[in-house]
């Protein structure tokens, strides 16, 4: 029995992979996961009312959707206005939904499977996905057979083509690429932290082991991965430091998780140096991971390559209009507009990809403004229907803010999972979003 379990929930971990990090096949181009998941979650959603196993759709789905639309209404505005085709954002409020109806199939999966889905179970299955990916990464750069079978099988990773990853030699897992996975796994180190804490007054607290293990995996392949993962690795490890110092309940407990981390870290160390000296591959692939720390240890600054790049990036309106409604842009008008007679910029419109930038000129303040409150309204109906985690929810909210600063991306993929749960004990007003 147990065995069978433990089957279902590996199964689990690959289902949420499927909708946390979705990807094409090759075989079926133009279905993601993400969207097959959704079209699930519409019946499974439409046969639990039907059973009355869960209640209409909640006030706070409908204000959501509302805000959403706005987004939405703001990109087809600015497209319109601006005489341009790149309607990018225009549908956002069907990407929202797309993500809930995938994120309904996997609290779902979870409820049948553990009985009950709370924010402890659904963070735990978000640790292993970014585990498996991590080890996912090192296993198709490692064998030529198994990357060689990925690529036959996968049409891309994360948003982005196989071809442009060998390319540029980065490493991928499956749907896990770039900026996209650095901002999640980023979302999920803070998870981490939090849960940690949590369980250390808990009899479960010997596991702490497991989420400190993860939590160097996810670090060190993560930011190999994408440089962005550091963002969550700061922000758990302030976390955590807080987290210690505020904590008053015991002595024995005020720093078990510090105590505890540093010994893994000594060991994570010793390793890292280890296949440092031994591997070239991993000597290379950690340094273009940790670079800003490398040029600090020997040249005194912090400098990486994608800093500088994107010092080159900041460029503003130099006019009213795009400062309200913006240019209608978002990608390179030259690859995909017969009527644009403008320059062909490298890269993104405008030769930027500073996410705020790129909102700014696609649609101007009036939608970076409401793709910002958009983006608060889910933070804090997650935080009101959560208040032991408010804290958690706040530090995604803030990674979000602080990714924008370098690529233009929304983690509303991890705010998604939570708004499908119903915290159990907290009586009738703590409903899930549909």
């Given at each position: ?426 009586g009738e007003t703590e409903e899930s979003l549909l």
């Amino acid at each position: 029995m147990k065995l069978l379990k433990l089957i279902a929930m590996l199964f689990l971990v690959v289902l949420t992979s499927m909708f946390f990090f979705p990807f094409e096949f090759t075989f079926l181009p133009g279905v993601n996961t993400k969207m097959a998941l959704a079209a699930v979650g519409l019946v499974l959603f439409a046969l639990d009312l039907a059973k009355g196993r869960t209640a209409s759709l909640s006030r706070p789905f409908f204000f959501l959707s509302f805000l959403a639309a706005l987004v939405s209404l703001a990109a087809f505005a600015s497209a319109v206005i601006n005489h341009t085709n790149d309607y990018t954002y225009a549908s956002y409020i069907v990407s929202m939904w797309v993500w809930m109806g995938g994120a309904y199939v996997v609290v779902s999966a979870i409820k049948w499977l553990h009985g009950e889905a709370t924010v402890e179970i659904v963070g735990n299955y978000l640790i292993a996905v970014c585990v498996m990916q991590c080890g996912l990464a090192i296993m198709i750069d490692t064998f030529p057979l198994f990357k060689e079978l990925v690529n036959q099988l996968v049409l891309g990773q994360g948003f982005v083509e196989n071809d442009a990853l060998e390319k540029a030699n980065r490493l991928y897992g499956i749907g896990c690429s770039l900026d996209v996975a650095g901002t999640r796994f980023s979302c999920v180190l803070v998870i981490l932290a939090f849960l940690s804490m949590k369980i250390v007054h808990t009899e479960k607290k010997q596991w702490i082991w497991l989420y400190l293990l993860s939590f160097f995996a996810i670090s060190v392949i993560g930011n190999i991965i994408a440089r962005t993962t550091i963002v969550g690795v700061g922000l758990a490890m302030l976390v955590w430091l807080i987290g210690a110092v505020a904590d008053r309940q015991a002595d024995g407990n005020r720093f078990f998780i510090l105590q505890r981390w540093i010994a893994v870290g000594i060991v994570a160390v010793i390793v890292c140096s280890v296949l440092y000296s031994e591997s070239p591959v991993f000597k290379d692939n950690f340094r273009f991971g940790f670079e800003g720390f490398f040029s600090l240890a020997e040249t005194g600054r912090w400098e990486t390559n994608s800093n500088n790049i994107l010092k080159n990036m900041i460029v503003f309106p130099d006019n009213l209009h795009t400062w309200i409604i913006g240019d209608g842009y978002l990608e390179n008008p030259f690859n995909r507009d017969m009527n644009y007679i403008g320059p062909n910029f490298g890269g993104y419109y405008m030769a930027t990809d500073i996410g705020y930038l790129r909102f700014l000129f696609y649609f101007g303040l009036v939608g970076l403004l409401l793709f910002c409150v958009y983006m608060v309204a889910c933070a804090n109906e997650l935080m009101k229907r959560f208040p032991a985690y408010s804290w958690m929810f706040f530090c995604i909210l803030l990674i979000n803010f602080i990714v924008w600063i370098k690529v233009s991306t929304d983690i509303f993929v991890v705010m998604a999972i939570f708004l499908c749960l119903r915290e159990p004990g907290n009586g009738e007003t703590e409903e899930s979003l549909l």
